[in-house]
């Protein structure tokens, strides 16, 4: 009877042991679950912010690259030495003198447009096309600078009679204009800047 007693207490107890070796592995299958769950969340996250964060200073390059080719003010420093030589005085050289002032200011909103275009890739991809309009509105507003500039080039060397006047003055306002101005132009930048902004940055809280 005694030995009866003994090999059944020692059969629940093999039992007992058994559950509790299962419900400790379901226990760290469950723990080891939760937390691939939280450290792909993390990468996540973090790759996110990364991304954020190069795109808006990417954005903030061009934006400031942006308003410095659009400077009202050309110093004459940023002409060719021989610009004010009144025996070469011409609409020509006038126009090859802008061109050359304009094409320096521009090589830095160039190099700031090629970080942009890298991040932007990144930024389409992982946050789909509410980003991308965005980003190619404020491609389109660089095109239509450039576009402006060229314009106002070949209206000066042609003695600023190419254009008529209403639409010389439209081109001057698209060249020429402050962070602070509200012509058409800024308005459409500055909104995409903002746009971009609010897209990104909720990504710097998680």
């Known amino acids: 009877m005694a030995a009866s ?3 059944e207490t020692a059969q629940f107890v093999s039992i007992g042991k058994d ?3 299962g419900l400790a592995a379901i226990t760290t299958a469950g723990v080891a679950v939760y937390g ?3 450290w792909k969340l993390e990468l996540t996250g973090k790759t996110e912010f990364d991304a954020a964060n190069r795109m808006l200073q990417a954005l903030y390059k061009v934006r400031d690259n942006f308003f410095y080719v659009r400077c009202p003010l050309i110093l004459a420093g940023e002409f060719p030495p021989d610009f004010y030589d ?9 126009a090859e003198g802008h061109a050359f002032a304009y094409r320096n200011r521009w090589e830095f909103l160039g190099k700031a447009l090629q970080e942009f275009d890298t991040c932007a890739l990144e930024s389409e991809a992982l946050w789909g096309n509410d980003v991308k309009n965005k980003i190619d509105e404020v491609r389109r507003c660089v095109r239509k600078l450039n576009t402006s500039i060229e314009f106002n080039i070949r209206n000066i060397a042609s003695g600023r009679n190419e254009l008529d006047r209403d639409f010389a003055q439209k081109i001057m306002l698209d060249i020429s204009a402050t962070p602070e101005s509200d012509d058409e132009l800024s308005v459409a930048f500055k909104a995409a800047v903002v746009a971009i902004e609010d897209i990104l940055k909720p990504h710097f809280r998680r």
Do not use: P, T, V
Not at 86 to 94: I, V
């Open 86 to 94: 009144e025996r070469k005085n011409s609409n020509q050289k006038e």
């Open 5 to 7: 007693c003994l090999q």
């Open 19 to 21: 559950i509790i070796l």
């Open 36 to 38: 691939l769950k939280s």
